[in-house]
């Protein structure tokens, strides 16, 4: 289960991304044991997939299917604050992929004042 944020529920609601396996008493009887959170109500929908255009053939396809629920608690649900990129190394992963992308060109990345120390930063903490 994956916790969706939704800023159009009610305060007393959370959406979440399930299995399409999964059904209604399922997702009840996993928040109520797990997080031991009162669950008054369950809704479900199977979302369609998105079409897409295959590059190879052109012929159109579709994504998988997914399942969300929005699920209705007795008390007021507080999101999680949203997590910093630089914690999972999003930085170093986008220079990764600038060199990779430029590694016949010969150029050297030069990063920005404010990219420099955000890097730095994220070097000393994997050191750590």
Not at 3 to 28: C, E, M, S, T
Not at 99 to 107: E, I, M, P, S, V
């Amino acid at each position: 289960m994956t916790i969706v944020r939704d800023p159009k529920l009610a305060p007393n609601q959370a959406a979440f991304k399930v299995p399409l396996h999964v059904n209604k008493f399922d997702i009840k009887d996993y928040l109520t044991n797990l997080y031991k959170v009162t669950v008054t109500d369950v809704r479900t929908v199977v979302l369609p997939g998105r079409p897409k255009v295959d590059a190879r053939s052109g012929l159109k396809i579709l994504d998988k299917r997914t399942k969300k629920a929005i699920v209705t608690l007795s008390e007021d649900f507080v999101y999680p604050p949203p997590p910093k990129m630089e914690d999972f190394g999003e930085i170093q992963s986008k220079f990764t992929t600038i060199k990779f992308n430029n590694r016949l060109h010969g150029w050297r990345i030069r990063r920005t004042k404010e990219e420099s120390v955000i890097y730095n930063k994220a070097m000393e903490s994997m050191k750590e």
